[in-house]
């Protein structure tokens, strides 16, 4: 099983809402990443937790906020969102023993912010 | 410069032909390489990860890495119209430790 599971799949909030992203993996990964990707971009970091512990925060703005329950779970936690920040929001996961290692993403969260 | 550099394309490339995707970057301690493909409105996902100089095989796929010349490549063989999508090269940066990459090169295979 190398599924990294995102839910939901598709967001649509206003700018007052308060929403949150989820992710689950079950390969045993001890690190989780959120990414930003516009389109045609590349994805950009925001958020890396490394053993349930936040070690890169890329100077995302306060109203992205990340949480990490447990090894197997993240969240992405949003609040008065600004229609710039709509994007696809990805998930992903590694073995956590280093740096350069592979990545494996979920499906994503595509948001849009109205 | 960018610290990781791909042609945006797009490629395109017969059906049955070999399609080559270059990916150049700039930080010499960097000692990890990847190639994501990523089809439209869909998330990146693994296709080859290579660590040291030369040539790795994966069923159709090749990915050669030099890392003197800080160059890293990825070769498809008989191309389908199915491997249409952008290709993300990644590399692992030895001065952030992170994974940098590329803005994506988009392969068009015509059939």
């Known amino acids: 099983d190398t599924e990294v599971t995102q839910t939901p799949k598709h967001l649509v909030m206003g700018m007052t809402n308060k929403k949150s992203l989820k992710c689950e993996q079950h390969m045993g990964h001890r690190a989780m990443y959120w990414y930003k990707q516009k389109a045609k971009k590349p994805p950009e970091l925001m958020f890396v937790?490394?053993?349930?512990?936040?070690?890169i925060n890329e100077s995302v703005p306060s109203r992205f906020s990340p949480e990490c329950p447990n090894s197997s779970l993240l969240n992405l936690h949003l609040h008065a969102l600004q229609p710039e920040d709509s994007a696809l929001y990805l998930c992903?996961?590694?073995?956590?023993?280093?740096?350069?290692?592979?990545?494996?993403f979920g499906s994503g969260t595509q948001l849009s912010v109205l | 410069q960018k610290e990781v550099e791909q042609n945006s394309g797009p490629l395109s490339v017969p059906e049955g032909a070999i399609a080559s995707l270059n990916c150049t970057y700039s930080?010499?301690?960097?000692?990890?390489f990847f190639w994501y493909r990523q089809y439209s409105g869909k998330s990146p996902e693994l296709i080859m990860s290579?660590?040291?100089?030369g040539d790795k095989e994966d069923g159709r796929f090749t990915a050669q890495l030099n890392k003197a010349s800080q160059y890293v490549s990825l070769l498809i063989r008989d191309s389908q119209p199915s491997d249409s999508a952008t290709y993300l090269c990644a590399v692992g940066s030895g001065n952030t430790g992170k994974l940098i990459f590329g803005q994506g090169t988009t392969l068009q295979v015509k059939p």
């Open positions: 937790y490394s053993y349930e512990k936040l070690s």
């Open positions: 290579i660590y040291s100089n």
């Open positions: 992903a996961s590694s073995q956590g023993r280093g740096v350069y290692e592979k990545l494996f």
């Open positions: 930080d010499r301690g960097s000692q990890s």
